[in-house]
């Protein structure tokens, strides 16, 4: 969990959203001077800075973004974990004019991923405190509550999500992180909320799932553990086989969510670094994906966005000094995998 100063944890949790500071966070915040550079086999990338788009709110002394997504007119949707009740939980960027508005807030969700379905091309938001997904309009109207309760006797605690061809869900359900216990999970949820099935379980705290680029299986990264996992999928959806695939070495950093693009490269979000990863689906590191070192008060790059059809990416940075979009150069070019989930 993430260690936060009393009063952001009685504001937190007074809201009913303690819960939410940790949903895609590690179990510490990044120490001071960051890390050192990764193996020197590898390149390194330099991501330049959009514009800033949360300040740390005063109510939970905090602001995380995650979840950006790519509206199919162009638009960046991106959430703000901590936001308290009444400030933007739900932002769109036009990253052309360097613009920001909010398109949704309410008084409960403490929203960690969004992702556009391609079932009925709704705005699916998991609600990590609460253990529910809702969805909204592309206008951040029409809220509604698709799944909630209970799955195989226990409440998920919802972090990312991925939709298959056909816009059944995949999400990753970090049950045990606040516990340190390896309780994690990867729920698959029919299109219509009807039912949900779990494909894996027993995992160290679940957090980025992403499919790979034909759509064979799933990359799903274990915070608690530093590793990403592969799950082989059958033609029904089932997982028919599992393993670990990459270690990463993260240092004081932790896997986060997870991005791929058209040639199946994984792009790994870290909390507690503010750096991407980059590796090809061998597990071989191709690159690290670094902000200016001159930028201060930022800790983590959780989530990564590629301009669908392009190679032009979008990082969310954030941390003391507020939360920011930069950007960069991919390595391959989008597709709907390529929004962090």
Same mark, same amino acid.
């Given at each position: 969990?993430?260690?936060?100063?009393?009063?952001?944890?009685?504001?937190?949790?007074?809201?009913?959203?303690?819960?939410?500071?940790?949903?895609?966070?590690?179990?510490?915040?990044?120490?001071?001077?960051?890390?050192?550079?990764?193996?020197?086999?590898?390149?390194?990338?330099?991501?330049?800075?959009?514009?800033?788009?949360?300040?740390?709110?005063?109510?939970?002394?905090?602001?995380?973004?995650?979840?950006?997504?790519?509206?199919?007119?162009?638009?960046?949707?991106?959430?703000?974990?901590?936001?308290?009740?009444?400030?933007?939980?739900?932002?769109?960027?036009?990253?052309?004019?360097?613009? $920001?508005?909010?398109? #949704? @807030?309410?008084? &409960?969700?403490?929203?960690?991923? %969004? !992702?556009?379905?391609?079932?009925?091309?709704?705005?699916?938001?998991?609600?990590?405190?609460?253990?529910?997904?809702?969805?909204?309009?592309?206008?951040?109207?029409?809220?509604?509550?698709?799944?909630?309760?209970?799955?195989?006797?226990?409440?998920?605690?919802?972090?990312?999500?991925?939709?298959?061809?056909?816009?059944?869900?995949?999400?990753?359900?970090?049950?045990?992180?606040?516990?340190?216990?390896?309780?994690?999970?990867?729920?698959?949820?029919?299109?219509?909320?009807?039912?949900?099935?779990?494909?894996?379980?027993?995992?160290?705290?679940?957090?980025?799932?992403?499919?790979?680029?034909?759509?064979?299986?799933?990359?799903?990264?274990?915070?608690?553990?530093?590793?990403?996992?592969?799950?082989?999928?059958?033609?029904?959806?089932? $997982?028919?086989?599992? #393993? @670990?695939?990459? &270690?990463?070495?993260?240092?004081? %950093? !932790?896997?986060?969510?997870?991005?791929?693009?058209?040639?199946?490269?994984?792009?790994?979000?870290?909390?507690?670094?503010?750096?991407?990863?980059?590796?090809?689906?061998?597990?071989?590191?191709?690159?690290?994906?670094?902000?200016?070192?001159?930028?201060?008060?930022?800790?983590?790059?959780?989530?990564?966005?590629?301009?669908?059809?392009?190679?032009?990416?979008?990082?969310?940075?954030?941390?003391?000094?507020?939360?920011?979009?930069?950007?960069?150069?991919?390595?391959?070019?989008?597709?709907?995998?390529?929004?962090?989930?």
């Amino acid at each position: 969990m993430r260690r936060l100063p009393p009063r952001p944890l009685a504001v937190l949790a007074t809201a009913g959203l303690l819960a939410s500071a940790i949903a895609g966070c590690g179990t510490e915040s990044g120490a001071p001077g960051g890390l050192s550079a990764p193996g020197a086999t590898t390149g390194t990338i330099r991501a330049q800075k959009v514009m800033q788009l949360t300040r740390t709110h005063e109510e939970t002394g905090m602001t995380l973004l995650e979840g950006q997504a790519f509206h199919p007119d162009g638009g960046l949707f991106v959430v703000d974990v901590t936001a308290p009740p009444g400030k933007p939980k739900v932002l769109r960027v036009d990253v052309r004019r360097k613009t $920001v508005r909010a398109v #949704h @807030t309410d008084g &409960r969700g403490a929203y960690t991923s %969004a !992702q556009f379905s391609p079932y009925d091309g709704r705005l699916y938001l998991t609600d990590y405190a609460h253990g529910e997904i809702m969805s909204l309009a592309p206008d951040g109207g029409d809220r509604r509550t698709f799944f909630a309760g209970e799955v195989d006797g226990a409440r998920m605690n919802p972090d990312d999500i991925a939709f298959d061809e056909e816009g059944h869900l995949y999400v990753s359900d970090s049950r045990g992180l606040s516990e340190g216990a390896a309780h994690g999970r990867v729920v698959r949820i029919d299109r219509d909320g009807g039912k949900a099935t779990v494909l894996a379980d027993g995992l160290a705290a679940t957090n980025g799932v992403s499919f790979d680029e034909a759509y064979r299986g799933l990359w799903i990264s274990e915070l608690t553990e530093n590793r990403i996992s592969y799950l082989r999928l059958g033609e029904g959806g089932e $997982v028919t086989s599992r #393993h @670990t695939a990459i &270690r990463v070495d993260g240092g004081i %950093a !932790q896997t986060d969510s997870i991005a791929v693009d058209a040639d199946g490269n994984l792009y790994q979000g870290l909390h507690g670094r503010p750096a991407i990863v980059v590796y090809d689906r061998h597990g071989e590191r191709l690159a690290t994906v670094e902000v200016p070192a001159r930028a201060e008060g930022l800790d983590s790059a959780t989530n990564v966005a590629i301009t669908p059809g392009g190679t032009k990416a979008y990082m969310t940075v954030s941390g003391p000094g507020g939360g920011y979009l930069y950007t960069f150069d991919a390595l391959g070019k989008g597709t709907r995998q390529s929004n962090g989930g």
